[in-house]
């Protein structure tokens, strides 16, 4: 896996796919936070199954909501009925970027003060491969190129505590295979 800083100019992306939300528990002492190896290998082989048919080879657009797809940094698990977004991508090159940002940690405070405002920037990407290799990322408003090696399942999340005072929206993009 091979992930660089992408450099280049803002390029319309149109929708491509759609956002899958299973409702992730929260986890109890000594329990994962995340679906199981098997469970993403799983949809990994479904998603390689669908990918290998000819579907969702197109960009890729996910939608961010900052209090459903929020892990708590107080015990680190989702509060219930949040939880990652998951979706697959296929073998490629992608440049990923976080577009259409109006999400806040803090009932929508994002003027003022860098001491007052509370913008919420960075989301974060948790993905393992048919090879159970698995990777993570940091995304921002700039864009970073991703190198798939494998058909890949994602899960994107923003980490904040509270999480039940976030609001907004963002759209996470994979614009590719390039």
Known sequence: MKINA???????????SVDANPQFQPARRGESRFPSKSALLRGVLLAAAVLSAGVATADVVVTIDPEKNCLETNGGYFPFGASAVTSAIAVGSYLVDLRANNMSCHYGNLTGSARSKCNIDTVLLRAVNSFQAGWGLAVGARPVLVDVSAPTVFNAFVIDTPCHDNTGKATLYFKGPL
């Open 6 to 16: 992408a450099l280049g100019a803002e390029t319309a992306i149109t929708p491509g």
